[in-house]
């Protein structure tokens, strides 16, 4: 998502607005590293359970990987978007490029929910052997960062700020996307109130 942001932002609002989005680079990918590590560690005790065909257990972890998920997103969403101008001077990110930079960042963190949830439910559908349909709502989601990049910079006027939209909005789509099919694919899957109780073994 990063990329064309930084593709579509270069094109349209100029040299600027390019190294405010590129500036940025590095610490979206620190988030998203992060979040795509706590998912592979939820998608292993899954895919155990579903190995075992402990189906009980199997919906524990689900439940537990959706409750934790939630916490750590909140936290880390609370945390990134406090220390977000923190960080951009701590980068020594230049002056004429620092507001651009941190409008893009500010929202994107803001949307670290959505990425958290995609990998969460990508890892679930990788834990029942599907390991395709997750990257095939990836490539829609890519799809529609396009052009919701193209809209909103150029029909909207949203500057870098409405390239973080883009990318958040898209994002969340792809996890609406994995966990609305992997509800109504995967019977074992749907959880019940019973299954939300905490297990950290």
């Not at 065909?53 to 990134?80: D, Q, W």
Request: with cysteine; aromatic share 12%; proline share 1%.
């Amino acid at each position: 998502y990063n990329m064309v942001d930084t593709l579509i932002v270069g094109r349209f609002l100029g040299e600027d607005a390019l190294a405010a989005v590129g500036a940025t680079g590095s610490i979206c990918f620190m988030m998203l590293g992060f979040a795509i590590g706590i998912a592979q560690g939820f998608g292993i005790k899954l895919s155990h359970a579903f190995g075992a065909r402990n189906e009980e257990e199997l919906r524990s972890r689900v439940a537990a990987s959706l409750s934790l998920g939630l916490g750590v997103s909140l936290v880390l969403t609370l945390l990134t978007m406090l220390s977000a101008r923190a960080l951009l001077t701590f980068m020594n990110t230049p002056e004429n490029i620092f507001e651009m930079s941190y409008d893009y960042i500010i929202v994107i963190y803001g949307g670290l929910g959505a990425t958290m949830f995609f990998n969460i439910a990508s890892a679930i559908l990788r834990g029942v052997g599907d390991s395709k349909t997750p990257l095939y709502f990836l490539v829609l989601a890519s799809l529609l960062n396009i052009l919701l990049d193209i809209f909103l910079i150029v029909q909207v006027g949203m500057g870098t700020e409405g390239a973080a939209w883009a990318t958040v909005i898209s994002q969340a789509f792809s996890a609406v996307l994995c966990f609305v099919y992997m509800f109504r694919k995967f019977e074992i899957l749907k959880l019940k109130k019973k299954d939300f109780h905490l297990d950290l073994g």
